[in-house]
């Protein structure tokens, strides 16, 4: 630990003090901080795995769905059938605080209809068949349905059903990762407060106090000694003037 350069007066004891008491409670703030983030990590943390997941399970699902609609169509079919005809993806952005830190949230339109509709949609397929729903899948199929196997349908379904947990799982990354960041900020204004900041005032604290302590008794030795000093004047004084009145006495 290392004593501060000051004037080891009573003003400076005062301001450093002062500069304790802060640095004190600013300690505890940011550790009080530091610890409800890192609760809030750990629980996105657990979330975060949870939802990567369902998206994996999800991104098989239309990777099988993909490998079986190539086998039993031309790739030229599949790529004029995904370029025919889309509609603009549009992402909403929003922005939210927490603990201070502000996260980007983003979402889709109509995102939990669009989920919904896709499951809907893969539960009917299931149960009565594609080419039954075919007319159904109208607002979810970004293309014309003549010439189209059902293989690719439920490849373009599951990844729509994929996309709503897709942008739900980069907020989350990106909420963890700016989390990360805050957390590690904290901790080493929490470090550099508890291991340097607070022991180097609270040393050069005690340093100017056993200075003042020093110089009070240092005062204290000078005063008695001129105390002394004016006594044995003041003896020395009166014992002459004893001295001249007795010669003064004899001599009459």
């Known amino acids: 630990m290392a004593v501060m350069r000051v004037n080891p007066n009573r003003m400076e004891l005062l301001r450093l003090r002062q500069q304790l008491n802060v640095a004190r409670r600013g300690h505890k703030l940011l550790k009080d901080k530091r610890d409800e983030l890192m609760r809030q990590f750990l629980a996105i943390v657990k979330k975060n795995k949870a939802l990567r997941d369902e998206v994996e399970e999800l991104l098989t699902v239309y990777n099988q769905a993909m490998i079986l609609a190539r086998a039993v169509m031309p790739e030229q079919v599949i790529e004029s059938a995904l370029y025919a005809g889309h509609d603009n993806f549009y992402v909403q952005m929003k922005t939210k605080n927490v603990m201070s830190v502000t996260v980007p949230e983003f979402s889709l339109p109509a995102t939990g209809d669009l989920k919904k509709a896709a499951k809907n949609t893969n539960t009917e397929q299931q149960s009565n068949g594609v080419d039954q729903d075919k007319s159904q899948q109208k607002t979810l199929l970004p293309y014309g349905l003549s010439g189209v196997s059902g293989e690719l349908d439920q490849a373009i379904l599951a990844l729509q059903q994929a996309l709503p947990a897709m942008i739900e799982l980069?907020?989350?990354?990106?909420?963890?990762?700016?989390?990360?960041?805050?957390?590690?900020?904290?901790?080493?204004?929490?470090?550099?407060?508890?291991?340097?900041?607070?022991?180097?005032?609270?040393?050069?604290?005690?340093?100017?106090?056993?200075?003042?302590?020093?110089?009070?008794?240092?005062?204290?030795?000078?005063?008695?000694?001129?105390?002394?000093?004016?006594?044995?004047?003041?003896?020395?004084?009166?014992?002459?003037?004893?001295?001249?009145?007795?010669?003064?006495?004899?001599?009459?």
């Open 170 to 252: 980069a907020n989350i990354e990106k909420t963890t990762q700016l989390l990360a960041n805050e957390i590690s900020k904290t901790r080493r204004r929490v470090n550099s407060l508890e291991h340097r900041m607070i022991p180097d005032l609270e040393d050069t604290i005690r340093s100017i106090t056993m200075k003042m302590e020093e110089n009070e008794r240092a005062n204290t030795t000078r005063l008695m000694k001129v105390k002394d000093m004016i006594l044995e004047k003041e003896i020395l004084e009166r014992r002459q003037r004893n001295e001249k009145l007795e010669y003064q006495t004899n001599n009459q």
